[in-house]
């Protein structure tokens, strides 16, 4: 036999690393899942023009005030029914939802006349339910576009209708949605909620308070009801675990129109000021703006 008539076998090419399901999904290809969580998102940001954004954060099982009228939706089951008595908000907790609302709608419509190249101070929220749903709603109300943050989880929280959908993102790793949460943001605005509320308001003032940020970043607090039944800041500076100076990190509110002034003053004073004039060659940020 010739050696024309040898026929000649190949082994099957290996899949690429990069298209490597197993690979991809294993503990050894968890630093490319992070760094997905990076740059995927960043690469949108700067697509969508995105510069900064204003960040809400609340209690996910708060309804709208018509919903809460309505007696909210009826239980997948009886055996849901304790626990649809212990979260279904009253009346009182809805109104948060509609304070949460009005005030992301006032914010973007002020944000939207802003004149600048890139969209300012976008209401961004974890992307779920409850008082996050309020604040993407306000804003789309307003016309802008609105972000939504969310993390996949166990029992699935599903992103609400009203965020813009190219900003609609899904993360796995929480510390990169909070990474994403802390670097864009210039304001904080805490409504009433729960332990991942607290999370991120002890979080954002830790870091004012170690100047761990390169910017000034407003906090606003709202519900001083609420928040004064839960929490005593005044027991921490007279134990001395907080100076009192610490307590100007943040601004307690109890109205929209109130809140929104303090972020519309401060926003204008902090990040709206006259630029300064830029070096040849100099780059101007395209998003996260910071100071130098």
Aim: no cysteine; charged share 25%; proline share 7%.
């Amino acid at each position: 036999m010739s050696t024309d008539e040898i026929s000649t076998t190949y082994t099957k090419p290996a899949p690429l690393a990069y298209e490597n399901p197993q690979f991809l999904n294993s503990t050894d290809g968890r630093i490319l899942r992070i760094m997905s969580e990076y740059v995927e998102p960043l690469a949108r940001f700067r697509r969508e023009q995105i510069q900064d954004t204003v960040v809400f954060f609340g209690s996910a099982r708060f309804l709208s005030l018509e919903q809460a009228r309505q007696g909210g939706e009826r239980s997948a089951s009886p055996e849901d029914e304790g626990h649809r008595r212990v979260s279904q908000p009253n009346l009182e907790m809805a109104h948060y939802y509609e304070d949460a609302r009005r005030m992301a709608f006032l914010l973007s419509n002020w944000a939207a006349h802003i004149p600048a190249r890139r969209r300012r101070f976008v209401v961004t929220t974890g992307g779920g339910p409850g008082i996050m749903e309020a604040a993407n709603r306000g804003a789309r109300e307003a016309g802008a576009k609105t972000i939504g943050l969310n993390i996949r989880l166990p029992f699935e929280q599903y992103p609400n209708p009203f965020i813009t959908p190219s900003l609609n993102f899904e993360f796995h790793y929480f510390f990169m949605r909070k990474f994403w949460f802390a670097y864009l943001a210039k304001a904080l605005v805490i409504f009433p909620g729960g332990f991942g509320t607290m999370d991120e308001l002890f979080e954002i003032l830790t870091l004012a308070q170690t100047q761990k940020l390169a910017k000034k970043i407003l906090v606003v607090i709202y519900g001083s009801k609420y928040w004064n039944q839960l929490l005593n800041f005044q027991t921490m500076v007279e134990a001395g675990a907080i100076s009192p100076s610490d307590l100007e990190l943040f601004k307690m509110v109890d109205s929209p129109e109130e809140g929104f002034q303090f972020l519309k003053d401060g926003l204008t004073r902090y990040h709206l000021g006259p630029e300064r004039p830029r070096r040849v060659g100099e780059v101007v940020p395209e998003i996260a703006k910071t100071n130098p």
